[in-house]
């Protein structure tokens, strides 16, 4: 693995054990040879990644849309900047230059860019990893949700174990490495004079 797609926050969080989460996942990258890749920014969990990253040596890769340089603080540091149209373009620029992605914790654009890359590989559209960085906790209920989402029948376990997660970084980047792909159908109920076939 050559490369991770990180996801996270522009802002640094309620607690400082969520920035020294990331320098740890930094360091943990760079001496595993992993470049990052990311959103561009200079700002919150965002600039505290790639700034260690830089400082221990590694590469980072931002992608950033035009209109966002000025309001996320586009990183002007960085191994490569690549400033591009729009969100869409973003997305799929910082996921075609990623060979896996982590969520680290942060916001709605965190998580709608975490779920979109874990709709793509439910429906068989990539087989990249997908973790969750589970720093102090943070994404416990989200888990706990998804178990409901399987016990509602909206989703199955194995779809749901494409995404892997842990609380510590070389635990997760282990995951990562050692992913298998497995395919999965996404299920369908089809529905005929209102029953379910």
Known sequence: MKSICIYCGSSVG???????????LAKTMVENNIALVY????????GVIADEVL???????GVIPKALMDKEVGHLGLTRLHIVKDMHERKALMAELSEGFVAM??????????????????LGFHEKPIGLFNVNGFYDGL?????HVINERFLRREQADLLVHAAEPAALI?????YRPQRHAKTFDRVTAGKII
């Open 39 to 46: 959103g561009g920014g200079n700002v919150g969990l965002m």
């Open 143 to 147: 888990i706990g949700f998804l178990d």
């Open 14 to 24: 309620a607690s400082p054990v969520y920035a020294d989460g990331a320098r740890l």
């Open 105 to 122: 914790p942060g916001g709605i654009g965190t998580l709608e860019e975490l779920f979109e890359v874990f709709t793509w590989a439910q």
């Open 55 to 61: 400082r221990l040596g590694g590469e980072a890769t």
């Open 174 to 178: 282990d995951m990562l490495k050692n």
